[in-house]
């Protein structure tokens, strides 16, 4: 796995970013936020892509491309692939993304409207742009030739891209995938349009505590940035090369709301059909599960419907289970949360810990009291199975399920 995200940017600092409670929030530096509402975010820290790549190379790379590069050779290390032989024809590259390259977007039309109409575009303008090119970016490092595309579903885009991978390794298509996602909106568009619709905490003056998901105070999710990315792999392949697991992916459920262009369905219906469509597909009962990643963004209508859907589904299982939401500290990722709450998922698994949900001090009458929203502070925990969930704008949700690995 890999992982570059604003609480670190490697795997062994995001998850200890995770574990002590951490927020990556900070006032933003990408652009001037004079005349903007919102004026923080979760940005990524330390991170130069001329570390990785040589500057000519960085120029053809949207930033949401070169979070995506970067993580992605973090784990394609960690798998020790690159040690053995493998076929190249047998390795696939599926890359999730909500909105891609928008700062290249931004910056190519704001060029041309400062000029004489001349359409002087960059020729790298549009495979800067599209999602597409991360995962081309990647397979083309790596030589590998197997299934290759990208995924759009919002903020689902790829968690869809994990259940992609995991599918086309059962049917046989392939040996490994690597996948997850990428996304770098802490720009004005992204910035401008989101809180325009009223989506984005406007909380300026305590930006640090602002993403607090199910406190009631809460009043919209918090911009964050990067990615992360997993190898998915068919077991007998990665026995026979003696390769680490971490985990194994069993289950995996995508459905929609078919109700609101924006806002989930009030009774979380979309959300209980995927949860119980990823038991099923994993063969599991609600009892098996220990840990809930929750989409939880800190959105007023979104944490409430998510926990009614954790209810209908689990029912009196729901007051054993812990559940987190660990975008208090990273910020919303859009189309790179899911595969970054993957590997918060299956770290917890591995280690026995349950990240907290930070930022907690109003408890909303409208929420379960007796849910264990593992708040403020990390639990541990013997952690057999962690389901995580994301939905997206257009009423896209996605899960996944992963297991503690026995051999």
């Not at 209810?311 to 595969?339: D, P, Q, W």
Request: proline share 4%.
């Amino acid at each position: 796995m890999g992982a570059l995200t604003p609480i670190g940017i490697t795997l062994p600092e995001y998850w200890e970013g995770l574990k002590s409670g951490k927020s990556g929030a900070g006032l933003i530096t990408r652009f001037d936020t004079t005349h903007f509402k919102v004026k923080f975010a979760h940005e990524v820290k330390n991170f130069d892509i001329l570390n990785f790549v040589d500057r000519k190379e960085s120029r053809k790379m949207d930033p949401f491309t070169q979070f995506g590069v970067v993580c992605a050779d973090e784990a394609v290390i960690d798998s020790g692939l690159l040690e053995q032989s493998y076929d190249p024809d047998r390795i696939g590259v599926i890359w999730g993304a909500g909105i891609g390259g928008l700062t290249t977007f931004f910056n190519e039309v704001c060029d041309y409207a400062k000029g004489d109409g001349t359409p002087r575009f960059s020729p790298f303008f549009i495979p800067k742009m599209i999602i597409d090119i991360a995962p081309g970016f990647i397979s083309m490092k790596y030589g590998f030739r197997g299934p290759n595309f990208g995924t759009v579903s919002a903020c689902a885009s790829s968690t869809h891209a994990l259940i992609d991978a995991f599918n086309l390794i059962r049917l046989g298509k392939a040996d490994a995938i690597v996948a997850g996602g990428s996304e770098a909106c802490v720009n004005e568009p992204a910035m401008g349009g989101f809180s325009n619709m009223k989506a984005l905490s406007e909380r300026n003056d305590d930006y640090m505590t602002a993403s607090r998901p199910f406190d009631q105070t809460r009043d919209g999710f918090v911009m964050g940035e990067g990615g992360a990315c997993l190898i998915l792999e068919d077991y007998e392949h990665a026995k026979a090369r003696g390769a680490k697991i971490y985990a194994e992916m069993v289950g995996g459920g995508m459905t929609a709301d078919a109700y609101h262009l924006t806002a989930p369905h009030p009774e979380g219906l979309g959300a209980s059909n995927v949860m119980l469509q990823a038991l099923a597909d994993a063969g599991m009962q609600a009892s098996d599960i220990d840990y809930i990643n929750v989409h939880g963004t800190s959105t007023p209508l979104g944490d409430i419907a998510e926990t009614k859907a954790i209810l209908s589904v689990f029912g009196e299982e729901a007051y054993k289970l812990n559940i987190s939401s660990t975008k208090s500290m990273t910020g919303h990722l859009l189309g790179g949360a899911g595969a970054v709450e993957a590997v918060a998922c299956i770290m917890a698994v591995n280690d026995g810990i349950i990240p907290p949900t930070i930022n907690h001090t109003h408890v909303d009458p409208e929420l379960d009291s007796n849910l264990n929203l593992t708040l403020n502070q990390p639990q541990r925990r013997d952690i057999q199975a962690a389901l995580s969930n994301t939905f997206g704008f257009g009423g896209h949700n996605a899960s996944v399920i992963f297991k503690r690995f026995q051999d």
